[in-house]
C-alpha cells in the first residue's frame, strides 16, 4: 500500500503551506483590526481580497472543484491534503482560495445540475470570485435533520415559481456578496414518493419577497468570514420556471450530491483544525511553567498531545480512504464511509480542542488565541450536512442489513 501523495498534489502542498506561512498566518492579526474599523460587520476586511488576489496569482484557486473545466481537476484524493492545511486557518484560508462553503457546494451543485445559462449567470461570476452565494435548506420549524421535512412551498403559476417559506442558519445570506440563494422546497407536497416532493430553483437575493430578517449566531460568534448565517424569509416570491435546477422532484438526490463532497470538505478541514490545536498546545507547554517545571513536563499534559497525535493520525487516513473511495467507486459506493468520518471527525477534533483550550487557561477562551472560535466550528459540524446521530442510524442500519 502506497501512503505517497502523487507529485502535482505534493507540488501544491509546497505552494498552499508557504502561502500559509507568508500571507496567511501573519494576516489573521491584520484581519481582526481591520474588521473593527468596518461599517459593517459582514464586509471583508481589505487584506482578504489581498489573500484572494495573491492565491488567484499563484495558482491555488477552486481546487476543490474536480471538473477541470471548472476547477484545478483534482480528485479528492489529491485535494483532502490541501483541505486539511487550510483548515488550520478556517475564517481566511477557505476563502482565500475560493475554496469556502457554501461556494464551494453551490458551484458543484450549478457545475453538475445547472444548466448553460445559470452556469453562465451564476457559477462563472462565483468562480471568478465575484459574488457570493447560500445555499437555503434547514428550517425552523421541523426537525431539519429529517430533509423530507421542510415546509418551504414551491407552487408553479405559468412561467413562474412562487416560493414560500422560512429558513435559517442559511450560510453566506449576510455577506453584502451574496447575490443567488439556492433554495429547496416541495413542488409536489403530496407527491407519493418522499423523496421526489422537493425540487431546488435559483433565487435572486433581490427578489421582491425575500427578506434576510437577522444574523443567527452560534456559541456567540457570527462567522463573518463566511458571511454569516441567516434567517431568510420567502413571501410569495417569484422566479422564472427556468430557475429550476434539475427536474422537478430531483432536489433530495441533489442535495445528497451536494452534500457527500461537503461532508468530506468540513472533515479534510477539521484534521486541519486540530493539527493547528496541537501545535499551540505544544507551543504552550513548553513556554509555561506551573508548580516547579514546564507544562510540558506534566504527565497529564503529555497524555493530552499523545493521544491528540494518534487520534489524528486515525482520522487522516480514514479521511484519505474515503477520499479515494469517493475517487473509485463514487460518493454512493463509498457511503458508508463519508457517514464514518462524518461521525469521527467533528467529534474527535472538538475533544483535543477541548484539551488545548485547557491547556491555555483562560487565554483558550479568550479572542487572543484562535481555540474558542475553532471550537465553535468543530462543534457546529456535529450538526452541520446532517446531525452525527441520522448518520449513526444509516450507517447502523447499512451494517446490521448484511445479517438479515
Known amino acids: 500500500m502506497d501512503f505517497a501523495f502523487d507529485a502535482r498534489t505534493e507540488e501544491l502542498r509546497a505552494r498552499l503551506l508557504a502561502f500559509m506561512d507568508e500571507h496567511v498566518y501573519p494576516a489573521e492579526q491584520v484581519a481582526h483590526e481591520q474588521?473593527?474599523?468596518?461599517?459593517?460587520?459582514?464586509?471583508?476586511?481589505?487584506?482578504?481580497?489581498?489573500?484572494?488576489?495573491?492565491?488567484?496569482?499563484?495558482?491555488?484557486?477552486?481546487?476543490?472543484?474536480?471538473?477541470?473545466?471548472?476547477?484545478?481537476?483534482?480528485?479528492?484524493?489529491?485535494?483532502?491534503?490541501?483541505?486539511?492545511?487550510?483548515?488550520?486557518?478556517?475564517?481566511?484560508?477557505p476563502t482565500a482560495t475560493n475554496c469556502a462553503a457554501p461556494d464551494t457546494g453551490n458551484m458543484e451543485v450549478l457545475a453538475q445540475f445547472g444548466d448553460e445559462r445559470q452556469k453562465k449567470q451564476w457559477l462563472e461570476p462565483l468562480l471568478a470570485g465575484e459574488i457570493r452565494s447560500a445555499f437555503a435548506m434547514t428550517e425552523p420549524d421541523?426537525?431539519?435533520?429529517?430533509?423530507?421535512?421542510?415546509?418551504?412551498?414551491?407552487?408553479?403559476?405559468?412561467?413562474?415559481?412562487?416560493?414560500?417559506?422560512?429558513?435559517?442558519?442559511i450560510s453566506g445570506a449576510m455577506h453584502p456578496d451574496c447575490t443567488i440563494f439556492i433554495v429547496m422546497g416541495k413542488t409536489d407536497p403530496d407527491g407519493p414518493d418522499i423523496r421526489r416532493q422537493q425540487s431546488m430553483v435559483l433565487v435572486p437575493r433581490d427578489t421582491p419577497g425575500v427578506t434576510v430578517k437577522r444574523a443567527m449566531q452560534v456559541f456567540g460568534y457570527e462567522d463573518h468570514y463566511h458571511g454569516g448565517h441567516a434567517e431568510v424569509v420567502f413571501d410569495e416570491a417569484r422566479v422564472p420556471v427556468s430557475n429550476l435546477i434539475g427536474e422537478e422532484g430531483g432536489g433530495f438526490a441533489i442535495a445528497q450530491a451536494r452534500l457527500g463532497p461537503g461532508r468530506i470538505h468540513h472533515c479534510m478541514r477539521l484534521i486541519g483544525m486540530a493539527e493547528r490545536a496541537i501545535e499551540l498546545m505544544c507551543r504552550r507547554a513548553v513556554s509555561r511553567e506551573a508548580f516547579g517545571k514546564a507544562l510540558a513536563q506534566q504527565g497529564v499534559v503529555q497524555n493530552w498531545i499523545a493521544d491528540a497525535r494518534v487520534t489524528v493520525e486515525q482520522l487522516r487516513l480514514l479521511v484519505l480512504k474515503t477520499a479515494w473511495m469517493m475517487d473509485t467507486v463514487g460518493n454512493r459506493g463509498a457511503h458508508t464511509e463519508i457517514q464514518a468520518i462524518k461521525i469521527a471527525t467533528p467529534r474527535t477534533v472538538v475533544g483535543i480542542l477541548d484539551r488545548a483550550i485547557q491547556l491555555h487557561g483562560a487565554g483558550g477562551v479568550s479572542q487572543d488565541f484562535p481555540l474558542a472560535e475553532l471550537y465553535a466550528g468543530a462543534r457546529t459540524l456535529m450538526l452541520a450536512d446532517g446531525p452525527d446521530e441520522v448518520h449513526q442510524r444509516s450507517l447502523a442500519r447499512r451494517e446490521i442489513k448484511k445479517y438479515l
Open 35 to 93: 474588521r473593527a474599523r468596518l461599517s459593517s460587520p459582514w464586509e471583508n476586511p481589505p487584506v482578504v481580497e489581498e489573500l484572494k488576489e495573491e492565491a488567484r496569482r499563484q495558482g491555488l484557486w477552486n481546487l476543490f472543484l474536480p471538473d477541470a473545466e471548472y476547477g484545478a481537476g483534482l480528485t479528492n484524493l489529491q485535494y483532502a491534503p490541501l483541505a486539511e492545511i487550510t483548515g488550520r486557518s478556517p475564517q481566511l484560508a
Open 142 to 169: 421541523v426537525a431539519s435533520s429529517d430533509a423530507t421535512n421542510i415546509t418551504t412551498h414551491i407552487r408553479r403559476e405559468g412561467d413562474e415559481y412562487v416560493i414560500t417559506g422560512r429558513k435559517w442558519y
